[in-house]
């Protein structure tokens, strides 16, 4: 058997298409044009690139961009300070301070001090309430991505088995919660967790999200299931010469790939649906603050 192949990069472009379709009619019968401001502090490079692409996506999909980059130096209190004034600022509809931060600043702080209504990330208490009992609001942007995909890719996910490897405020639990709405049977694996191989050979869907580079092998996975995966891993590439590296995920592909129904790569699978869920959920934060229904096709 050979998987078919769940391409997330198309799947995320004609998101993006759809995103920009509602922020045109936003615009035209509101007059609201949806604004996200991304805040960095600090230099690490692939945050960088990150805050970046998702400036350039969202000025593509029409709305607007403010983009915060911060010296390292930058003490708690003023980016506190921040995040206060983009809280009342009218133009903004989302709030992203890209993590991690400099060890001086306590992340828990920062974001309790982001706007519910405007935490496009959903890493508020409040968010995270609102996700775990249905009510409607941001939603997690890779595990809403993984979502998206799986929708896609198997219609109703009602009743199936899904093994998510990882515990993460940012994926696994969240993605947890949005399994749950759907109806499925859901454990949730980490270090911890005894017989991880037959656990997995357990599911119909598994979401590996731990960052432990191609440690889901082959033979763990059901024939026929579904296999997504969220690890994105650098590792060396001896055979295309020294010192180069490639990205894997948290699944060995080439051998789950001869046994799942169907299976993302990395790069090319849950990666791009991050950035696109974000720019959904601006739009869906947007329409909540302006007190209009979130276009249906952008939420859970
Ligand atoms: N750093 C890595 N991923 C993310 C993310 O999804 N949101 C934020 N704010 N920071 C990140």
Not at 25 to 54: C, F
Not at 135 to 152: A, E
Not at 224 to 237: F, L, Q, S
Request: net charge positive; glycine share 10%; proline share 7%.
């Amino acid at each position: 058997m050979t998987a078919r192949i769940i391409d997330g990069k198309a799947f995320a472009e004609g998101l993006r298409g759809r995103i920009a379709g509602h922020v045109q009619r936003l615009q035209r019968e509101h007059g609201i044009t949806p604004g996200l401001a991304v805040v960095i502090v600090g230099e690490d490079p692939g945050s960088q690139v990150y805050v970046r692409n998702k400036a350039r996506q969202t000025v593509e999909a029409g709305m607007l961009s403010e983009k915060y980059e911060l010296p390292a130096e930058t003490s708690e209190a003023e980016l506190l300070d921040l995040i206060g004034r983009l809280n009342n600022s009218d133009r903004v509809h989302g709030i992203l301070v890209q993590l991690p931060l400099p060890k001086h600043i306590d992340p828990n702080r920062v974001i309790l001090a982001i706007a519910p209504a405007k935490d496009v990330d959903c890493f508020t208490p409040e968010s995270v309430g609102r996700l775990s009992i249905g009510l409607p609001g941001p939603v997690s942007c890779t595990p809403l991505g993984c979502l998206m995909l799986l929708r896609d890719t198997l219609g109703r996910l009602e009743g199936l088995n899904a093994v998510i490897l990882g515990r993460s405020n940012l994926v696994g639990k969240p993605m947890a919660q949005l399994l749950l709405r759907e109806n499925c049977t859901i454990t949730v694996a980490h270090s911890r967790t005894k017989n991880l191989p037959e656990m997995v050979r357990g599911a119909d869907i598994v979401v590996a999200a731990v960052g432990r580079p191609l440690l889901v092998k082959g033979d763990w996975i059901r024939p026929g299931a579904t296999v997504i995966d969220v690890g994105i891993n650098r590792v060396a590439a001896p055979e295309k010469g020294e010192g180069k590296t490639r990205l894997v995920g948290d699944v060995d592909f080439e051998a789950a790939a001869k046994v799942a129904g169907a299976i993302t790569p990395v790069p090319g699978g849950v990666g791009p649906m991050t950035i696109a869920c974000l720019l959904a959920n601006t739009v869906t934060t947007a329409s909540l603050i302006n007190g209009l229904v979130p276009p249906k096709d952008l939420t859970p």
